[in-house]
């Protein structure tokens, strides 16, 4: 297992290179000059433009550039935006918020998710699995701006039970609302998959042992099938931190959160490519790792799986 | 020949102070193709100590039968439409769920055919032996567990105390077919019904898991139901035997009288197609035609079609299980004919 681990983390270095060297490189290769716009009505005088392009090495080649920003990351430096600012400052403000919201929204999807999954495989075609099949099938379809408008205008405006934008401060009150938009439509694919799972496990023959043995109904369910069932769950689960913090611009815009997905956009537009690329590279890092979890997490619940 | 009786039945009509009878049940499967009659009026008795084999070829309903005794039957597509299931004279099939789920493991217990799949795959065979003293028994992990090694050790799995934190998967078929022995054992049941406990195996372990069987079934004196198509497995360790066909039984009798002299053509097809090393090179004897399909079972005996000796009355009469001798019993017209010939 330990050996595994390490071999595992050191696979990290390639695939972390790649992947952060292919965005470096998109977000390059979009044309526009950074400097549009940035001195007012009239373009921005060539002295300025001189030193600027020499200070952030612009007119180097892309693997230069790639290059210097790499040596300068690994000493946990992001650099700054073309106005001065500490991109570090940037993410330290916006990651946490964005983290916060996609953890309560995958908590929620998991909780309600795997509750109602369970409940539905476990009594195929019935009221309650028409209704999960049903509305499942409605949040996988809704675009998340639908759904969170509506709920916005419902819960916030209409009936006045929360705060229709979530204050600065995050609390997690208000944070339940946004989280349960964001993670809609992953609770609904969880739900299914999860239903799906039980039902499949429902009929095995290490059920019935179980029933066989005496033991009370909940823990043939809670323990024998659960168990079995949990491990396409476990997998949806663990990579959708990552997708649900990358997907998580909508939700943000809707309900006014200083997170990421605000951050990147805004940089986008105004060709910061050091910022888009530094939120970019924690959110890869995010998603590897989640990615190790997972795998871990398999080999608990499952002791035929063993990693050498 | 008495009433419609099964042997040893004492014919009073009261509780006959049975530890387990199956009464004339009925269990029938609906799909979407039709509803199959899988069971169709089956009587047997176990008493303590004693051996019962069910034997019958796949399809027969000797499973089924099993399945709904255990309360495993899967419902739907399942629905048992008559008869009952008593232990010690009080009915199953009637008592609430509770009641029924406390005789599970402590006054029947089951063993199945594929312990691979029959045991939980993600935990360790130890967990699930002792999850039985734990739940049922409400010991503390520590005792639950050294009454599980115990109960590895009973069915002699060498180094108990290793194996115990062994997952399935890491244990060969015998020993598997060992722990689950040990598994169903745990809460010293009264009855044990084993499913075909053997054919998962290769020749030399199945007669170590009998053999296994055999002794702790006197050692205990539990009543012991032993599912099987295999005759000669039967031979060595039942004292009675009920031969199923279609959802019936139509013959039961004691392991000699049934060997010596079968009552029903089918009993005697199945002896007659047990290879034998006299006719060696010779074509393998067989039963001529296939079994029923059980959603359209042919009136009249259901044997018929199939039947050597078969005349009109076959097609016409179901032939019921009928006393014919000191303890046993056969649904043939023609029983005493077969029983009398040389």
């Known amino acids: 297992m330990g050996r595994y681990l390490v071999r595992r983390l050191l696979q990290l270095v390639p695939v972390f290179l790649g992947t952060t060297f292919l965005i470096y490189w998109l977000v390059w290769s979009v044309p526009g000059d950074p400097f549009a716009g940035k001195c007012g009505e009239k373009p921005c005088p060539d002295a300025y433009v001189a030193t600027m392009t020499a200070k952030y090495h612009l007119d180097e080649n892309v693997f230069v550039q790639y290059a210097m920003y790499m040596k300068n990351l690994l000493q946990g430096d992001f650099g700054t935006t073309y106005s001065g600012l500490s991109i570090n400052d940037i993410i330290a403000t916006a990651y946490p918020n964005t983290l916060k919201l996609a953890v309560v929204a995958l908590t929620i999807e998991a909780v309600i998710g795997l509750t109602a999954g369970v409940l539905s495989g476990l009594r195929r075609n019935g009221f309650l699995d028409n209704l999960v099949l049903v509305s499942t099938l409605f949040l996988i379809a809704l675009p998340v701006f639908v759904v969170g408008f509506v709920l916005q205008w419902l819960f916030g405006v209409q009936w006045g ?106 940089s986008i537009v105004t060709k910061e490519s050091a910022t888009v690329v530094s939120i970019v590279v924690v959110l890869v890092l995010v998603y590897l790792l989640m990615n190790l979890l997972v795998d871990l997490l398999y080999a608990a619940l499952d002791p035929r799986i063993r990693y050498e | 020949m008495s009433e419609q009786s099964a042997p040893g039945a004492d014919g009073s009509g009261r509780p006959s102070g049975r530890l387990l009878e199956v009464d004339d049940l009925r269990v029938e499967f609906r799909t979407r193709d039709g509803v199959a009659k899988v069971i169709n009026g089956v009587t047997y008795h176990v008493d303590a100590g004693e051996t019962l084999a069910v034997l019958g070829e796949s399809g027969s309903g000797k499973s089924v039968t099993a399945q709904t005794v255990m309360g495993i039957l899967d419902m739907p597509p399942g629905f048992v439409t008559g008869g009952q299931v008593r232990f010690h004279g009080k009915d199953m099939l009637t008592m609430s769920a509770e009641e029924r789920r406390r005789i599970r493991g402590e006054g029947i217990a089951m063993i199945f055919q594929d312990s691979l799949s029959a045991l939980n795959p993600v935990f360790t065979v130890g967990f699930q032996i002792a999850e039985q003293f734990r739940i049922r028994r409400g010991m503390s992990r520590a005792d639950a567990k050294k009454r599980a090694i115990e109960m590895l050790d009973q069915v002699k799995i060498p180094n108990a105390k290793g194996r115990f934190s062994n997952y399935p998967h890491q244990f060969s078929g015998g020993m598997r077919q060992r722990a689950m022995i040990a598994m169903s054992l745990a809460l010293d049941p009264e009855v044990l019904i084993a499913d075909e406990p053997t054919t998962a195996l290769d020749v030399t372990v199945q007669a170590q898991i009998m053999d296994l ?55 005697l097809g199945l002896l007659d197609s047990i290879p034998r090393l006299d006719e060696k090179g010779q074509q393998l004897r067989t039963i001529k035609g296939l079994p029923p399909n059980l959603m359209n079972i042919p009136p009249g005996c259901p044997f018929n079609p199939r039947c050597p000796m078969a005349q009109p009355v076959c097609r016409e009469k179901i032939p019921p299980l009928l006393q014919i001798g000191a303890g046993r019993a056969s649904a043939c017209h023609f029983a005493e004919e077969l029983v009398n010939r040389d």
Do not use: C, W
């Open chain 1, 161 to 266: 039970i929360v705060r229709p934008t979530v204050s600065s401060a995050m609390p997690f009150s208000e944070l339940i609302i946004p989280g349960f938009v964001l993670g809609s439509a992953s609770m609904a694919y969880i739900a299914r998959v999860a239903r799906t799972s039980i039902a499949e496990n429902r009929r095995a023959d290490y059920v019935r042992t179980a029933i066989a043995k005496g033991l009370p109904m909940r823990r043939v369910v809670g323990v024998h099938l659960l168990r079995n069932s949990l491990i396409p769950v476990v997998t949806l689960l663990g990579t959708d931190l990552g997708a649900l913090m990358g997907g998580a611009i909508v939700t943000e815009g809707i309900f006014g959160i200083n997170g990421i997905g605000r951050q990147v956009y805004r």
């Open chain 2, 213 to 267: 069987l055999g002794e702790l079934q006197r050692e205990r004196r539990m009543g012991l139901i032993l599912i099987t198509h295999d005759l000669g497995v039967v031979a060595d360790v039942a004292d009675r035997i009920a031969v199923m066909y279609a959802g019936r039984i139509v013959e039961e009798a004691d392991v000699y009288d049934l060997y010596a002299k079968p009552a029903h053509p089918y009993t």
